[in-house]
């Protein structure tokens, strides 16, 4: 055989090499984890925060997580404790330089001084200061509390909102013109006030706010279904009925939003641990989840803990 043959050939199974890895990196499960109210971790129990956020460390590469998002209420008390702050700090760093991460402002995350909205030792800790510089930070609001990123997975790029609570007016058109600069790019709202477990709905009325904030029935009115790039929302803050939930709704356009709801804080030990694994599964058409206590090594089964969804990711994030 020639060198000029066997050149050709050694140049063309390279070809066939990077077609096959390109294929297959669109087809490539891939995994975002969802940390419900962290509150009473970092105000009494930081082991169980540590252990959530060491664990993604530990499976980043096995589960191919490629973000992490925090629905609200990282800390307990406010700018009352500054302890707890340093907990948070210290648990979600452990994230830095492993995989993309944000955090959705809770209540108990704005300081306790009036006027409320004031959240001085949350853009401290976790504000847009924290990750400028990163690739995979989009931009804030001008009050720092709103913010979006990007991620890629399956050889999809999504993007992450992560909205204040009770989303006021103001917030809400600053991140329809982040959707409007960012057309069609797949987008989930990462936010903290926005299902209701013991009605199984959105919210009837704002929690936080009420004088300028949106309840999460007026968010989806106001925002979500008019954005047909949101296909999916998530949430904490509601405990007592169980705090899990999950429905499906049809946006203006006519397509699914996946909007569901996590919070353990009600149970043994503020929430013994347990997170959300969100597994994207590009071949099968699905969504998956799956509650794990990496505090407990334990899975949670039932209907409200373990569940998916079908998604056809070529027709709803696909390019042609």
């Excluded at 589960?63 to 648990?91: C, K, L, M, Y």
């Excluded at 108990?108 to 400028?132: N, V």
């Excluded at 990163?134 to 001008?142: E, K």
């Excluded at 641990?273 to 090594?297: C, H, K, M, Q, V």
Aim: aromatic share 12%.
């Amino acid at each position: 055989m020639s060198t000029t043959i066997r050149l050709r050939l050694f140049a063309l199974a390279a070809l066939l090499l990077a077609l096959c890895a390109c294929n297959g990196s669109k087809t490539e499960p891939f995994t975002i984890v969802m940390l419900p109210d962290t509150q009473f971790y970092s105000e009494r129990l930081p082991g169980y925060f540590h252990d959530q956020t060491g664990w993604v460390v530990d499976h980043a590469a096995g589960e191919n997580i490629v973000f992490v998002t925090h629905v609200g209420d990282i800390v307990q008390s406010g700018d009352g404790r500054p302890q707890e702050w340093d907990v948070a700090h210290a648990a979600m760093s452990r994230l830095d330089g492993v995989v993309p991460w944000a955090v959705a402002i809770g209540n108990h995350d704005y300081d306790r001084s009036e006027p409320r909205g004031r959240a001085a030792k949350f853009l401290e800790f976790f504000g847009p200061s924290r990750f400028r510089g990163q690739d995979w930070f989009g931009g804030a609001s001008p009050n720092g509390l709103n913010s979006y990123q990007f991620f890629e997975g399956g050889g999809i790029r999504f993007l992450i909102l992560h909205i204040e609570s009770d989303f006021p007016d103001e917030a809400m058109a600053w991140a329809a013109s982040i959707l409007a600069e960012h057309e069609g790019v797949p987008t989930i709202v990462s936010t903290h006030i926005y299902l209701l477990d013991s009605t199984s709905a959105r919210t009837a009325e704002p929690y936080y706010r009420p004088d300028i904030g949106n309840s999460g029935e007026e968010i989806w009115q106001k925002f979500i279904r008019k954005n047909p790039q949101i296909f999916m929302v998530l949430c904490g803050h509601w405990s007592g009925a169980g705090g899990e939930w999950k429905q499906v709704s049809k946006n203006d356009a006519g397509e699914d939003v996946i909007e569901v709801l996590a919070d353990f804080q009600s149970r043994d030990n503020g929430g013994d641990g347990w997170l959300r694994i969100i597994r994207f599964e590009p071949a099968e058409n699905r969504i998956r989840f799956r509650t794990y206590s990496p505090s407990l090594d334990e899975y949670e089964v039932d209907e409200n803990s373990e569940f998916e969804f079908p998604v056809d990711f070529k027709s709803r994030f696909g390019p042609e």
